[in-house]
Every structure is written in structure tokens, then in C-alpha cells.
């Protein structure tokens, strides 16, 4: 999908522009035509240095997209009209994405442009899943139910990221600790230790000699290590730009022991919740799953979803791709197919969604809990070996001296 700038004139024949998503510049017309837009000028928009600020940001913070949700809900159940809730929001934020796009839609939504439709022309504030279920409230007549569900979805959402980054703060933060104290052992203090064992003759212990070694090595090369990691970084860098590489980096992520397993449910609770949300707002099943399926960011389970939306078309169980597939548990699978032959797949999908959030949180707090010892035992062992590879020839000194 992208992000592609028009002009053009509605079918009152007013100057219209703006953005919208698609797949390529025909699918962009197309999509104008269907909304009454006669487009005079179609262009990509181009990630540029000039438009930095509007590209770089993918999105709304996460928790001010829930603040927004919340206060436009609870807006619109007071009785105040779309228009006047806008212009509230628009006047009490201080988020200078979500102030320009509340100001424009302001605009185009007294001309009479639907709310969806104002949200879409900012694919950089608004996700799509929130133009989506927007519209669906606007047809149903319950745009207030349809925001209080997009703050539900959104802060759950938010609320199990946190978890999951709360949880690993700790052992990465000592992780970095532990690197930085090895880089001062072995470039400031074993350096000075072996200047004063070279002016003594004596045999050095084979501990000692292994440091000493490593200390020498990391002191004169230590710009071949930050080459290679360099390179192997940018090398990851463009393998993600491609598709095969991408698909085998996120394979490889899924695959890290713990940390793996960590992901793999987090993205089960993501297509659940996602997929949930759309069917309770009565989104057609192929829609969803495209909606769904741009909603995760791996490639992998983008595979198998893409396989689903096949099986679909053809008027198959969307779990016929997912058996077999490792990303997809067997219990997972089942409980759409029961949701599927029992006409309550929103449900099921609200339970598998539920039943990995509890999993996550008790896995998040054992990770924890396992690696905060294991990493300072790691640090311990090697700070002490270091230390004992200095310490262990000044024995040797001082039983020299006595003699």
C-alpha cells in the first residue's frame, strides 16, 4: 500500500484535494471515482527530506489515539454533533499531527464529507482499522459504539505492549551494563596490568595470557568489530527492504528461544483482537482478514493470512492454510473452526485473544523473573574470571619478591 496525493473536484465541482491509500496509481483514480472525486493530478507521495515530518511518523502515539477515541465517544453520547466534537478536540490537543488533521476535517466535514472519509485523507494520524470501523458506524448510525470499540481495541492493545516492553527493560538495560563494564576491563584496566607483567619475566598463568590476549585483540581491532557489526546491521537493513529477506528475518525472530514465543503470541492476540473487532462491526470477511493482515507487521503470519483470504475467495474454511503452519497453534485453529461452523467466530476470536493475554502476562513475568539472576550470574563470571586473570600472577610476584 501507498500513500498517494490528488487533486481534482468533488461532484459539486469544488476544488478537492488531499491523500489516500492504495496499491498503485490506477487503484488510487479507482478508489477516487467510487467516492465522486474527478482527479485532475495523481502522484505518489514521495518520502523526501522535504516532507520528513509527515512521512517518518507511521502513525498517532498509541496512547494519544486512545485519549482521542475516548473523548470523541464520550462526546458524541453527550449529544454533541460531529462537526462541534472535532472543533473541541481540534481546540484541547496538544499533538500537532492530530491538531492539523482535526483542523482540516473540520472543514471538510461541514462541506459534508463523512468523517471516514476526512479520517482517510490522513493515513499518517489515522490507522486504517479506525477509517474502517468509523464508516461502519456511520452507516449503522452508532458512531459512538464504533469509537468506545476502536478505544477498547487500541488501549488493550497499548496496554500489552507495555507489559511485554516493561518486562524486558530490566534484562536489556543489564545487558548494556554488562557489555560497558567488559569494554572498560578489557581497554582500560587489563592494558595497564599487562605493561607491568611485560617488565617482569615471570610465566604467566594460561588464564591470564587468554585475556591478555583477547584485551590486545579488542584494543587494536577494535575497529573491525564495529565494521562487522556495522555491516552485518546494514545488511539486515536492506534484506528487510525485500521481501524473501524480510519474510526469513521475521522467521528468524520467531525462532529466538523465549523471545520468540514472546512475539508469536502477542501477534496471535493482535489478528485475533483485530479480526474480532471487524467481524462484531459486521466488515465482511475478506475485507477484515485484508484490514487484519495489514494490521501485523510479520511477514510470516502475512503468508498464511494470504493463503486464508485464497481459501476464502474459493469459498474454504479460512483455517485450511493455518493447519500445519507452526505460527498458528492447533488450538488456535480449532476455535475458528468452531466459530466458523457455529456462526460465532467474533467470539471465539475474542477468547483466543483473551487466552494469549493471560499466557503472555505469566510468560513476560517468568522471563523476568529467570533472567534478572541469569544475567547477573552471567556478569559475576565473567567480571570474576577477568579479575582472577589479573590478580593470579601478582602470587607469582610476590613470592619472587620474598625469595
Do not use: C
Amino acid at each position: 500500500m501507498g500513500i498517494y496525493a490528488y487533486q481534482g473536484r468533488d461532484r459539486q465541482g469544488n476544488k478537492t484535494k488531499g491523500q489516500v491509500n492504495a496499491d498503485s496509481r490506477i487503484g488510487a483514480v479507482t478508489l477516487l471515482k467510487e467516492r465522486g472525486i474527478a482527479a485532475t493530478e495523481v502522484t505518489e507521495h514521495q518520502k523526501t527530506m522535504l516532507n520528513k515530518e509527515i512521512t517518518i511518523n507511521k502513525g498517532m502515539k498509541p496512547r494519544e489515539l486512545v485519549v482521542f477515541l475516548r473523548q470523541f465517544s464520550a462526546l458524541l453520547e453527550a449529544g454533541i454533533s460531529v462537526v462541534k466534537a472535532v472543533e473541541i478536540l481540534e481546540e484541547q490537543t496538544d499533538y500537532k499531527q492530530l491538531k492539523q488533521a482535526l483542523d482540516s476535517m473540520k472543514d471538510l466535514v461541514q462541506e459534508g464529507e463523512s468523517l471516514s472519509l476526512a479520517m482517510e485523507r490522513h493515513p499518517n494520524v489515522f490507522p486504517p482499522l479506525v477509517v474502517h470501523l468509523t464508516r461502519v458506524g456511520e452507516v449503522s448510525g452508532n458512531l459512538d459504539s464504533a469509537m468506545i470499540r476502536l478505544a477498547d481495541y487500541f488501549e488493550k492493545r497499548y496496554e500489552m505492549r507495555q507489559k511485554v516492553i516493561s518486562a524486558l527493560t530490566y534484562p536489556v538495560l543489564l545487558g548494556v551494563v554488562s557489555i560497558a563494564v567488559l569494554n572498560i576491563l578489557l581497554y582500560m584496566v587489563v592494558p595497564q596490568f599487562t605493561s607491568m607483567y611485560a617488565s617482569s619475566e615471570q610465566e604467566l598463568p594460561q588464564l591470564t595470557k587468554w585475556v591478555i590476549a583477547i584485551s590486545n585483540f579488542s584494543v587494536s581491532y577494535w575497529w573491525v568489530m564495529v565494521t562487522i557489526i556495522l555491516m552485518v546491521l546494514i545488511a539486515l537493513y536492506f534484506l528487510r527492504k525485500k521481501e524473501p529477506g524480510k519474510y526469513y528475518i521475521d522467521y528468524a525472530i520467531l525462532k529466538v528461544p523465549l523471545l520468540g514465543s514472546i512475539l508469536q503470541k502477542t501477534l496471535l492476540i493482535e489478528f485475533s483482537r483485530t479480526l474480532s473487532s471487524l467481524f462484531t462491526s459486521s466488515v465482511p470477511i475478506l475485507q477484515s482478514m485484508t484490514i487484519t493482515r495489514n494490521v501485523l507487521g510479520n511477514a510470516v503470519f502475512k503468508k498464511v493470512i494470504d493463503e486464508s483470504l485464497q481459501a476464502v475467495e474459493q469459498g474454504n474454511s479460512m483455517t485450511a492454510p493455518m493447519r500445519g503452519e507452526w505460527p498458528f497453534p492447533p488450538l488456535v485453529v480449532h476455535m475458528i473452526l468452531i466459530g466458523e461452523q457455529t456462526g460465532n467466530l467474533d467470539v471465539m476470536l475474542n477468547k483466543i485473544a483473551q487466552f494469549y493475554e493471560a499466557e503472555v502476562e505469566h510468560t513476560t513475568d517468568r522471563l523476568q523473573t529467570l533472567l534478572e539472576p541469569i544475567l547477573i550470574l552471567f556478569l559475576s563470571i565473567v567480571v570474576g574470571v577477568i579479575v582472577l586473570s589479573v590478580v593470579l600472577p601478582m602470587f607469582g610476584l610476590y613470592e619472587n619478591i620474598n625469595l
